[in-house]
């Protein structure tokens, strides 16, 4: 339980953009969600998160380290491209909101796919070398696609389309474990 419960954090810390640092509420950049005004109506909430973040970070330094690095990179980015910046914070904002709103819709197969999340999660961790080689297997489906759109835009809406009735449609995708173990 505890290790789920690190790993939704870390989940949760990477898509807000958190950084792994422990920062201050001060500190915080104003535009994330939960930023200091969050801090400053959730003072329990928001110290439990920062807990739990250097916990995590205790527990894996070495990711943390990668983390704290990666967020460094973003923040320098977003100072020379701040318009860029915030129009990527605001789709990002738009996802999650309509994640939310699904969820809140069909809380059951949120949950599920918390669960596959999780399952996956563990299995990748028994599994780290298989794990790894599927991660790039799909990193290089996704480049093919990219470069298929970008060639053939109308086939790639239809393909998008087509894809997004499938998954209206119940279809799971891979199963979190794709050797059955």
Do not use: H, V
Request: aromatic share 2%; charged share 40%; proline share 6%.
């Amino acid at each position: 339980m505890r290790m789920r419960t690190l790993m939704l954090a870390a989940t949760a810390m990477g898509m807000l953009g958190l950084s792994t640092a422990a920062l201050s509420a001060d500190e915080m950049p104003p535009n994330m969600p939960m930023g200091k005004e969050w801090c400053d109506k959730n003072p329990e909430k928001c110290a439990e998160m920062r807990a739990r973040r250097d916990q995590w970070c205790t527990d894996n330094p070495e990711q943390c380290e990668k983390m704290r690095a990666r967020q460094a990179e973003r923040q320098a980015w977003c100072e020379q491209n701040p318009e860029e910046c915030a129009a990527r914070q605001e789709k990002r904002r738009q996802r999650m909101a309509e994640m939310k709103a699904r969820c809140d819709a069909d809380p059951e197969r949120c949950d599920e796919r918390r669960q596959r999340r999780a399952e996956r999660r563990e299995w990748c961790e028994q599994n780290p070398e298989e794990c790894a080689q599927q991660r790039e297997q799909r990193r290089q489906r996704m480049q093919d696609m990219k470069a298929k759109c970008d060639a053939d835009p109308a086939a790639c809406e239809q393909m998008k389309q087509q894809m997004r009735e499938r998954r209206q449609g119940g279809g799971q995708g891979q199963p979190a474990n794709p050797s059955g173990t």
